[in-house]
């Protein structure tokens, strides 16, 4: 991009402004880009933070009911909150595995509890058979007193 012309001013006064202010507000530009940098960083960190507690909270309402909650967290969130992996259980064999969420062809805003009917055990598909899967919670940890 070419940069913005500036015709010169005829006064001399004007001309000794605009020879002035125009290397301020290079300079001003790299500041402001600077500062937004910092602040876009510490908002992605905040909003990872807030996707793990997410993703610790619907664990711990899973944890208490005992079966996975409606709504749930998206893939996106849970991925981003530092949970890319789902466990699940078969519901016929009862073996239980790993699911890697970002290798899942789903779309990311995808709810975590919708994918329980989708995914499905790869020992009971050789065999012929498509039970649905169920999403198991992670053990529940002590949480420490303060």
């Known amino acids: 991009m070419a940069p913005k012309y500036h015709p010169t001013p005829l006064s001399g006064g004007q001309r ?7 290397p301020a507000a290079r300079a001003m530009t790299g500041i402001l880009a600077a500062q937004s940098d910092e602040m876009r960083s510490k908002g992605d960190a905040l909003i990872r933070r807030a996707d ?3 993703c610790e909270s619907w664990n711990e309402m899973m944890w208490a009911d005992g079966e996975p909650i409606d709504p ?7 991925a981003n909150g ?7 259980e078969c519901f016929r064999c009862k073996t239980p595995s790993d699911v890697d969420l970002a290798a899942l062809r789903q779309e990311p805003t995808t709810f975590v509890h919708d994918l329980a009917g ?3 055990c ?3 598909a050789q065999a012929g058979r498509r039970p649905a899967a ?3 919670q ?7 007193e303060t």
């Open 82 to 88: 530092g949970y890319p992996w789902l466990q699940i």
């Open 52 to 54: 793990r507690l997410l």
């Open 118 to 120: 989708r995914l499905r």
């Open 16 to 22: 000794k402004a605009l020879r002035k202010e125009l």
């Open 72 to 78: 749930s967290l998206t893939i996106e969130q849970a």
């Open 138 to 144: 992670r053990p529940r940890q002590a949480v420490p």
């Open 122 to 124: 790869r020992k009971c």
């Open 134 to 136: 169920t999403l198991l």
